[in-house]
């Protein structure tokens, strides 16, 4: 946790892989607003544990292409 109710999930750059970003999560009214979900999927789990511990949903995910709100 960076703060209350903002996580940071880090990207990382692996052997014969292209890199992931970092992943910002924040708490909102109603569940998690995920800004870059990574591309890679174990960047895409460490996303659906983090809600999964916090018992909430993901209301929105935001990327550098758009938006998709739930």
């Known amino acids: 946790m960076v703060v209350p109710g903002v996580w940071l999930i880090p990207g ?5 892989r292209q890199p992931d970003g970092n992943s910002v ?3 909102a009214p109603d569940g998690l607003v995920v ?15 983090l809600a999964r511990a916090q018992d909430a949903a993901i209301v ?5 292409t758009g938006t998709w709100i739930t």
């Open 60 to 64: 929105a995910i935001v990327t550098r």
């Open 35 to 49: 800004v870059d979900t990574g591309r890679h999927p174990w960047h895409r789990e460490a996303i659906l544990a």
């Open 12 to 16: 990382a750059v692996q052997p014969d």
């Open 25 to 27: 999560i924040f708490a």
